[in-house]
Nanobody, 123 residues
């Protein structure tokens, strides 16, 4: 089992920045990949960014490329999502998730989820 706990959400004005963090514990492994997803009210959960523990390769949704950066700290077992130039349409609950080996954009592929953290961007 892998436990994931997110932190760092909040309220920010458009154009501002927030940094989310996801702490992983339990049976973690360098063969896991970590993903950030988000879900806005009335919408499906969508992929935001992903990273592989073993080599640090990163993947982004087109909607956040150039604005968001995902990173990992292997020693601390944490994954961060730095969000810059935030827009009102980035408002959502953000979730950290983990799965084995491959980064995918499909939520159902991920086995472990955090509880989510709210991000609200005001216009």
């Amino acid at each position: 089992q892998v436990q994931l706990v997110e932190s760092g959400g909040g309220l920010v004005e458009a154009g501002g920045s927030l940094r989310l963090s996801c702490a992983a514990s339990g049976r973690t492994s360098n063969n896991y990949v970590m993903g950030w997803f988000r879900q806005a009210p009335g919408k499906e959960r969508e992929f935001v960014a992903g990273i592989r523990w073993n080599d640090g390769n990163t993947y982004y949704a087109d909607s956040v490329k150039g604005r968001f950066t995902i990173s990992r700290d292997n020693a601390q077992n944490t994954v961060a999502l730095q969000m810059n130039s935030l827009k009102p349409e980035d408002t959502a609950v953000y979730y950290c998730a983990a799965r084995w080996l491959l980064v995918t954009t499909t939520p159902n592929d991920y086995n472990y989820w955090g509880q989510g953290t709210q991000v609200t961007v005001s216009s």
